[in-house]
């Protein structure tokens, strides 16, 4: 391979991962800027609300019934339902979380964005499982690896449970 063709190849997937990256960066920033102006019990009703949406629609049973019925692609009908169902649990599971940021600027700047990276990760996860989501949106090779390994997706699962219990084991109800 000559230099042309390999700057060729590295450019376009620099710009493949920076197209992703914006993505991910900008997910992010709107979950840190809603628990910035919501609070920490709304952002972690929404972390909860991704579970409960993400298993009820991994193993939802009528999918071919609503393609059938609805006149959408199958990937636009899916996050339409996706989206549709977080807000809906996150309707009722608000009504339940009672959660504060401690007094401490520096630990509660820590909490806002280990949630608001937690809730992201998840979301692209069960998006990327549930949609699925490079029928929507074309990902880097790399970003897929990584949306498509079981063991990823395990941690995805696990670590955003453990960050709700350690960062507010007192105030959790």
Do not use: C, H
Request: aromatic residues 18%.
């Amino acid at each position: 391979m000559d230099a042309t063709a390999l700057t060729g190849a590295l450019s376009e997937s620099f710009l493949s991962l920076s197209g992703d990256v914006l993505i991910l960066l900008g997910i992010f920033v709107i979950s840190l800027v809603f628990t910035t102006l919501k609070g920490k019990s709304k952002l972690v009703a929404i972390l909860l609300s991704l579970y409960l949406t993400g298993f009820i629609l991994l193993f939802f049973p009528f999918w071919e019934l609503l393609l059938s019925k609805i006149p959408l692609e199958a990937p636009q009908l899916k996050a339409l339902v996706f989206l549709l169902g977080i807000f809906i649990s996150f309707l009722a599971v608000a009504q339940i979380i009672l959660a504060r940021y401690p007094e401490n600027f520096l630990e509660k700047f820590f909490q806002m964005v280990l949630l608001s990276f937690f809730t992201t990760a998840l979301f692209f996860f069960f998006a990327y499982r549930i949609i699925p989501l490079p029928e929507l949106y074309p990902l880097s090779p790399q970003l897929e690896m990584i949306l498509g390994s079981p063991l990823w997706f395990f941690w995805s699962l696990v670590l955003p449970l453990v960050s709700i219990y350690f960062t507010d084991r007192d105030e959790f109800v």
